[in-house]
């Protein structure tokens, strides 16, 4: 079974510098843990962002490493609404 990490926050700060702190994290995520992140934006508010993670085998492993990782790029302390979900079947 594999696990899917949605996380969604707002962005109030100047975007671009999250963005690339962003962009950044999740290139190392996927070096470390083949992991593809996706950026996603709400379409009627531009302020809300959205982090998507598919294919997570183990979801300690996984979160261990995004929140390391998030340190690590000096992201801003977000609000973050973390989801995580499975598959109804295989």
Not at 24 to 35: C, D, G, K, V, Y
Not at 40 to 47: G, M, P, S, T, V
């Amino acid at each position: 079974m594999s696990y899917t990490l949605y996380c969604y926050f707002k962005v109030n700060a100047p975007a671009q510098p999250i963005l690339t702190a962003l962009q950044a994290m999740q290139r190392e995520l996927l070096a470390s843990t083949r992991i593809a992140g996706q950026l996603l934006r709400r379409r009627d508010d531009a302020a809300t962002w959205m982090e998507v993670y598919a294919g997570i085998e183990s979801a300690d492993t996984f979160r261990q490493h995004w929140l390391a990782a998030r340190q690590r790029h000096n992201l801003p302390p977000l609000l973050c609404h973390e989801e995580w979900f499975e598959a109804l079947t295989d």
